[in-house]
């Protein structure tokens, strides 16, 4: 079963970037995903759900305590093979839990269709990670009518530490999105229009404390936590 983090927010102007960066890598290192890449970040795909009268929007803009976002994410660029996830990001106040599941990213729609769960999605699980996700995700699926909605698109530095449990930030740039009402989108681009021009988001994941050190990086910079949304930030920027 995946335990529940703790997660900050923060909003970055692009130009503080570099320095943070340079902090950061002072006590990090970029996750083993960002490693694969030549510029040590990836790429970011998600297709978000709701219901018909968009009930995950209003409870986060409502700020309802206990809320869940459905997404079907996939990373970096289209080729054969390419893996997806099916999500259920879950918070409790401030607290963040993420049910997932992996697929091909072609098994999608045959999914949707068939919930032949067991001949399309994977058996690998740990970390939040497990096929029985699959049937969790669905059944709220079928209950809440839910749809796609959006395509939401950014370009990722994630970096973690060894020394201090599970603590991970993420830099997440270029926010982009586009309306779509297909679960197979993902790697539709051509649609995709700018949410942030001037900023990013910082996210700090953690479960046993920020340590004093980035905790000084955030008051040298002058960030302040902010309850931010990619989903609703993208869809009042396409006049939800």
Known sequence: MPYPKLEYKYLLPLDRI???????????????????????????RSVYLDTPRFAAYREKVEGVRVRRKYRIRAYND??????AFLE????????????RCGLAVDAIGTLIADRDFD????????????????ERFFRDYDRKALRPVA????DREAYTVNGFGDLR???????RAARTS???ALYSDGALLPVMRQHCILEVKFTRGVPGWLRAQLEQYQLRRLALSKYTLSLDAHAH
């Open 18 to 44: 570099p320095a943070l960066r340079r902090s950061l890598l002072l006590h990090m290192q970029p996750d083993k995903y960002a490693k694969m890449s030549p510029d040590l970040e990836y790429t970011v």
């Open 169 to 175: 930030v993420t830099i997440d740039k270029h926010l």
């Open 78 to 83: 289209a080729s054969a093979g390419a893996r």
């Open 151 to 154: 395509l939401i698109v950014y």
């Open 119 to 134: 001949r399309h999605v994977e058996k690998k699980h740990g970390d939040g990670i497990h096929p029985a996700n699959a």
């Open 182 to 184: 297909s679960p197979d």
């Open 88 to 99: 259920i990001k879950e918070k409790v106040g401030a607290y963040l839990t993420k049910y």
